[in-house]
């Protein structure tokens, strides 16, 4: 008897446990470990404060690493996240398959329509929004003022490559070890790629044809890759076929670069003068073009999307909706400053004069207005994606033809065989993943 | 003259040891200089880096952003678990091999080494699979097992050669004496295979403190490890040299101090044997 009283009294008190427990929602986050996200996580008072029934556990990874993690947990329904950071290249490939859980349903205040078009466009999939963008970048010019003052040059607000050449012959002195100009060189679809795809945009060049047939036999990436070629072995610095965003970043910071072509998001880098030891000598410019209507800029953005395998889908909603308010940008403004605000995301943050006196914001905002994922080139294709092409395949390829590139750069073999083995391997996988018939 | 061939020899070896162990020691060493640097320092010519100012930030900032005790018992925990798991399975197998080896033996070891040959990224999907049907993913218990099975075939061979040395009259004698199978691995075979086992027991625990591609694909954030603790400090965008040097300091400095005071044994365990 006294048993079965102890039994009884033990199970009323594990069942009041559990509705304790139900009480409150833990959702986990899977996140880049970039400097926004990073920022966010000491913000959670905030949510905490509004949300109370809602607990957030964190995930904050290195992105290849993320990548591989969250496209493993998502395509096998693992349900370990209630909300993934994604890319503005898996959004639409993963909204495709059904994966994403619709955003349409956010609530008014969220103000939906005052996300920036260009980023909106990226993330909707048939008329749903699969992912809400938490940053947006795109790439500009970034360079010396001094040596270019030195040269007796002026930079043009949206210079052209010839521009480009031009400063980066005058500002070039290696004997002093600084480089004229610094770009990607890295093999990798995120890396060399990146910046070649968007280059090649304001050359007129274009991946595929509207018959999903690879256009690197074209005369258009020819001239893309014969002019970054001689940029590069002319006045880029010494063994620039390894270089990454953060060695360049390295050797700007470190003075040896008159010029870097780069991620919008470098600006709050090459500009702290803790980090920098040219902080206060640094100018921002579009992206080069060729007059040919499109800049050679791409288009990024860092976005919060909710597995369709969670079981949590409500609480991740309401965080997402927190995440990506103009409330939250309000937040960081009266925490870190207006410079440290998550850019690039809403129109009413462009009209904000608080943040219009950041410098770089205007520069920022033009240059993700120049870029259109569902228009990247001069002429029409069938893909969407400014730097990238967004299907699944192009994960593999794009690694593969800039691995081509990157020899090309470091010399090992020529333009004309880069380009003919980057068409054959194009070729190759496109006609085995069925879009060539 | 043959005593100074020997000095002279001597002193080259102690020389070249003395180089391979500085060249095999200074990536650590650096490691462990950066994380003492701030970011702009740490991505110097190595020489103004070590002129450079030392300071407390970086592993101010790993302290705020990341909860290091977590991670740290987690990496106890799944190597330890997974150390002792294996040789419980491992130390039975051995002495069957050992002692009383069939006609297939010898493949079997072979074909237990040959499944350390796949790349692991392989079955990475039907294992993913398995755990989120057991429920398994983010548990310490799922990656006990899974890091159990993948040391288990290092840890057999190792223990199968140390038994081997060991002569089997003495089990025999054991035997005549009237021990069972149980009192004859556990109060005669162990005891005299201790440095060996010891050695074994060092070797998987720094395997399994080590391993980073399970340990980072099957968890998320209650059963992440030092693997995971470190993976959040390298970024494609920004500097981090000196935040990642820090953590990974932070994440190697109990491994390595365990290495220290156990060397002796590590060296007895890898020399051993029973008539020696």
Redesign the interface.
């Known amino acids: 008897m006294k048993l079965t009283i102890r039994a009884l009294l033990g199970a009323s008190v594990a069942l009041a446990l559990a509705g304790a427990a139900q009480a409150e929602t833990t959702i986990?986050v899977?996140t880049v470990?970039?400097?926004d996200m990073?920022r966010m996580?000491?913000l959670m008072d905030d949510f905490y404060a509004k949300h109370p029934d809602i607990k957030v556990?964190?995930?904050?990874?290195?992105?290849?690493?993320l990548r591989?993690?969250v496209t493993?947990?998502i395509?096998?329904?693992?349900?370990?996240?209630d909300v993934m950071t994604i890319g503005t290249y898996e959004a639409p490939i993963w909204g495709k398959q059904g994966w994403l859980v619709s955003l349409n349903d956010l609530p008014a205040e969220y103000d939906v329509d005052d996300l920036l078009p260009a980023i909106r466009g990226g993330l909707t999939v048939d008329g749903n929004l699969v992912a809400a963008p938490f940053y947006g970048e795109s790439s500009m010019v970034m360079y010396r003022t001094d040596l270019m003052e030195k040269a007796g040059l002026t930079m043009p607000e949206a210079p052209t490559w010839d521009d480009i050449k031009k400063a980066a012959a005058a500002m070039t002195d290696k004997g002093a070890e600084v480089y004229g100009i610094c770009l990607r060189g890295k093999a990798g679809w995120?890396e060399n790629m990146a910046f070649l795809t968007a280059m090649s945009n304001s050359y007129g060049a274009k991946w595929f044809d509207m018959d999903w047939k690879p256009q690197f036999d074209g005369e258009a990436w020819k001239a893309t890759l014969t002019d970054y070629l001689a940029l590069m072995n002319d006045y880029g610095p010494p063994g620039a076929s390894n270089n990454?965003?953060?060695e360049n970043?390295?050797l700007f910071?470190?003075g040896k670069c008159g010029m870097w072509i780069d991620?919008t998001?470098?600006a709050s880098?090459v500009t702290n003068p803790?980090?920098?030891t040219v902080a206060d000598k640094v100018g921002f410019a579009l992206a080069p073009d060729t007059g040919k209507g499109k800049r050679g800029n791409w288009l990024w953005a860092w976005n919060l999307g909710i597995p369709a395998g969670s079981q949590k889908i409500d609480a991740a909603k309401t965080f997402v909706a927190w995440a990506t308010s103009k409330e939250y940008l309000e937040l960081v403004a009266s925490k870190e400053g207006w410079a440290n605000v998550p850019p690039g995301t809403r129109t009413s943050l462009y009209a904000n004069p608080e943040y219009q006196k950041v410098p770089f914001a205007k520069m920022t905002l033009d240059s993700i207005n120049a870029a259109d994922p569902t228009k990247p080139t001069v002429d029409e294709v069938p893909y969407v994606g400014v730097q990238f092409v967004a299907i699944p395949e192009f994960q593999g390829i794009g690694t593969a033809v800039g691995q081509q590139f990157s020899a090309a750069l470091a010399g090992s073999i020529s333009a004309e065989e880069a380009l003919a083995k980057a068409q054959e391997i194009t070729t190759t996988e496109m006609t085995r993943s069925g879009y060539i018939k | 003259m043959a005593r100074k061939t020997t000095q002279t020899r001597t002193a080259v070896v102690t020389v070249a040891a003395w180089t391979i162990g500085l060249l095999i020691f200074f990536p650590i060493l650096w490691i462990i200089i950066l994380g003492f640097k701030?970011?702009?320092d740490a991505?110097?010519t190595p020489l103004a880096v070590l002129t450079s100012d030392w300071t407390l930030a970086s592993y101010h900032e790993v302290q705020?952003?990341s909860n290091y005790f977590l991670h740290f018992m987690n990496s106890v925990i799944l190597s330890l678990g997974s150390t002792l798991l294996a040789l419980v399975i491992a130390i039975p197998a051995a002495w069957s091999m050992a002692f009383v080896p069939g006609k297939r033996t010898k493949d079997l070891l072979m074909w237990m080494l040959s499944t350390k040959m796949m790349p692991a990224v392989g079955v990475?999907?039907p294992m993913?699979?398995m755990?989120?049907d057991f429920g398994l993913?983010?548990t310490r218990i799922g990656l006990v097992v899974v890091l159990t099975l993948i040391n288990l075939p290092i840890v057999i061979w190792m223990l199968y050669t140390y038994f081997k040395e060991i002569p089997g009259e003495i089990l025999e004698a054991a035997r005549m004496d009237g021990a069972n199978l149980r009192a004859e691995i556990l109060h005669v075979l162990t005891p005299m295979a201790v440095p060996g086992i010891a050695s074994t027991v060092l070797l998987n625990v720094i395997l399994a403190w080590n391993e980073a591609f399970w340990t980072?694909?099957l968890t998320?954030?209650?059963a992440?490890p030092l693997t995971?603790f470190i993976?959040?400090?390298?970024?494609?965008?920004?500097?981090?040299y000196a935040k990642l040097s820090a953590a990974s300091t932070m994440a190697i400095a109990p491994i390595l101090i365990l290495g220290w005071f156990s060397q002796k044994q590590l060296v007895r365990g890898l020399t051993f044997g029973a008539v020696k």
Do not use: C, H, M
């Open positions: 986990t899977a470990n970039n400097g990073i996580q000491s556990d964190w995930v904050a990874l290195e992105e290849n690493v591989q993690k493993t947990d395509a096998t329904k693992g349900g370990q996240f995120g990454g965003f953060n970043l390295a910071q470190q991620a998001v470098a880098f803790k980090e920098s | 701030s970011e702009g991505i110097k705020e952003r990475l999907v993913y699979l755990f989120r993913l983010d980072l694909q998320t954030s209650s992440a995971q993976a959040s400090y390298s970024s494609p965008e920004g500097l981090f």
